[in-house]
């Protein structure tokens, strides 16, 4: 079964850093765009960062530029957001989702695989 699997979420301080993880199970993300999609309470999904897996282009979304960084790791499969100096209003449930790759990002509801997502809180 193809699937991606997130990790790494968890409760921190604002101020605070997490790293979380994006595994896929059953593909390789070759030739695919990873993004990062989060949604909070009451909210619309929101597109917060994005890689192309073979070239590793970045994209980033405004809320989160100079704070969040993603990742790749071709041999382990696996991309990485790294968030620092992490704020209240970035608590969120976070999704992975991955689009064939065709020069777009993978968005709030255009995917060809979509994670369960993780829970982030960060407390005030």
């Known amino acids: 079964e193809r699937q991606l699997v997130e990790s790494g979420g968890g409760l921190v301080q604002a101020g605070g850093s997490l790293r979380l993880s994006c595994a896929a199970s059953g593909f390789t993300f070759e030739h695919y765009a990873i993004g990062w999609i989060r949604q909070a309470p009451g909210k619309e999904r929101e597109e917060i960062s994005c890689?192309?897996?073979?070239?590793?282009?970045?994209k980033y979304g405004d809320s989160v530029k100079g704070r969040f960084t993603i990742s790749s790791d071709s041999a382990k499969n696996t991309v990485y957001l790294q968030m620092n100096n992490l704020k209240p209003e970035d608590t969120a449930v976070y999704h992975c989702?991955?689009?064939?790759?065709?020069?777009?990002?993978?968005?709030?509801?255009?995917?060809?695989?979509w994670g369960r997502g993780i829970q982030v809180t960060v407390s005030s």
């Open positions: 989702a991955a689009l064939t790759y065709g020069g777009q990002c993978p968005a709030a509801y255009l995917s060809d695989y």
């Open positions: 890689i192309f897996f073979n070239d590793g282009y970045t």
